[in-house]
């Protein structure tokens, strides 16, 4: 999941609900989302004028993760059990109806 700025990461959640490994950029809201548990994680490069994902590491991760699917099924493990931890739709609309509590308090 390569991604350049992300505000949240729904991707990631789908991602984690269906056991899937990830590979994601270290980037805004996948940065929350998903941690070293259930992804690798690939560094944005910061330049004054511009960002950029390694495509090199990138690249060298996706093969990492293809010849070792041991790793790459612990990681889709882990990805569910923060799914179910943290993003269920039971999960986002207790905290969907607290913080419309808290706008009213």
Do not use: W
Not at 16 to 26: G, K, S, V
């Amino acid at each position: 999941m390569p991604s350049l700025f992300e505000p949240f990461g729904f991707v990631a959640v789908e991602m984690m609900m269906h056991r899937l490994p990830m590979i994601t950029t270290a980037t805004s809201g996948l940065n929350e989302v998903v941690d070293e548990s259930c992804a690798l994680k690939v560094p944005i490069i910061a330049y004054p004028d511009r960002v950029e994902i390694d495509s090199i590491l990138l690249a060298e991760k996706i093969l990492h993760l293809l010849k070792q699917p041991k790793q790459a099924r612990r990681l889709g493990e882990n990805g569910r059990k923060r799914y179910n931890k943290m993003y269920t739709s039971e999960i986002f609309g207790q905290k969907m109806v607290r913080f419309y509590h808290s706008l009213i308090e």
